[in-house]
């Protein structure tokens, strides 16, 4: 059991590596990833946007469109069992995760989404791009 347990009892051996990881933790704290990672593709006629949520079940996410704003919305709980006092390190995070993207070029009206395998798909048509209309004045 290996670095089962993060502390060392008694005499405590200095690690430079881990002592610039926990660091770096300590100075970016405040600045940690948005919790999910998105990936966004163009394919000409519509956009995807693939999150992933691992370990989220699908009635704990809420997509919503605003004034041309895409937000997504995950929310993991702590769910307490009996097995609680056994956990010696626990690294999961536990709360409320958002994301929010401009759709302003994108037909809201008709987005899709999915969600298979932790990761939730958007398919985000584009608006069609409409042509300048001209008009020729007849001058009197």
Request: proline letters at 4%; charged letters at 40%.
């Amino acid at each position: 059991m290996f670095n089962l347990i993060p502390y060392v009892y008694g005499r405590r051996e200095l690690d430079p590596f881990r002592e610039f990881e926990k660091l770096e933790r300590e100075m970016f704290a405040s600045r940690r990833p948005f919790g999910f990672r998105t990936d966004v593709k163009d394919l000409g006629e519509k956009y995807v946007l693939e999150a992933e949520l691992p370990g989220f079940k699908k009635e704990n996410i809420n997509v919503e469109v605003e004034d041309g704003k895409l937000t997504i919305v995950a929310e993991r709980s702590n769910e307490k069992s009996e097995s609680e006092e056994n956990i010696i390190h626990r690294e999961r995070i536990y709360g409320t995760f958002t994301r929010s993207f401009d759709v302003s070029t994108v037909q809201t009206d008709a987005i899709t989404a999915s969600f298979v395998d932790g990761i939730l798909s958007l398919d985000l048509p584009k608006k069609k791009e409409e042509e300048p209309k001209t008009r020729k004045l007849e001058i009197k």
